[in-house]
């Protein structure tokens, strides 16, 4: 059961805004109803980062996974959350020098009694983007809509985007969502079945969440 209200003693995700949050709740439940954990979103990493110390140092915490998507460089913004790590008043697990591509994991530190830390840097810990380049993957391979919402969105004039080169993954999978038979937004999309989970990277994410939070 996933709680959108965390308690002090909930295992805790945290992430960036909604939309992450509804992803990885409605993922989850696709998946394995059976694996519990709390979701808090921030509304951005800037507000996810000064968090990261306070989580980890609250008594009685048995762990603590942060998600946050990865923008221009994955290994700038996974130095970035290791660094928040090391404020914590415990001492924590020896941190890995670069991100697992299959999810980071820092174990429990029995002597400290810090938690187990995840760190997932969207899309895939390795390569630039967010949480739409993630979301890319669960679209059907047979989806014939999908070249066309890519077609529709790169034959739009430069001049005339509103959105930046980065953002391109974004508007394309919100373009797609637009052609549903009901509209609605990525984490209701899981929920519906218009997006798969059973995607090799979604596998993945699953696995880490299962690992940190079983």
Wanted: hydrophobic share 40%; aromatic share 6%.
């Amino acid at each position: 059961m996933i709680n959108l209200r965390p308690r002090p003693f909930d295992p805790l995700l945290l992430v960036e805004g909604e939309d992450d949050k509804h992803v990885i709740r409605h993922l989850s439940e696709r998946w394995d109803r059976s694996l519990e954990f709390a979701i808090k979103d921030y509304e951005g990493i800037e507000n996810v980062l000064p968090s990261i110390r306070d989580h980890i140092d609250e008594l009685g915490r048995p762990a603590v996974g942060v998600v946050v998507d990865a923008d221009g460089n994955a290994l700038n913004t996974w130095n970035r959350v290791c660094a928040r790590i090391r404020e914590s008043e415990q001492a924590v697990s020896p941190i890995p020098t670069a991100p697992d591509p299959e999810g980071t994991i820092i174990p429990e530190n029995p002597n400290t009694g810090s938690p187990r830390i995840g760190i997932w840097v969207m899309p895939d810990n390795v390569s630039p983007g967010e949480l739409e380049g993630f979301v890319s993957h669960m679209i059907p391979a047979t989806d014939r809509v999908w070249p066309l919402s890519q077609q529709y969105i790169d034959n739009i004039p430069t001049n005339e985007r509103k959105f930046a080169e980065s953002k391109t993954i974004r508007a394309q999978i919100h373009a797609w969502l637009a052609t549903r038979e009901d509209p609605r937004q990525m984490g209701l999309a899981i929920r519906t079945r218009d997006l798969a989970v059973n995607n090799p990277l979604s596998q993945t994410f699953l696995r880490w969440l299962s690992r940190l939070f079983a």
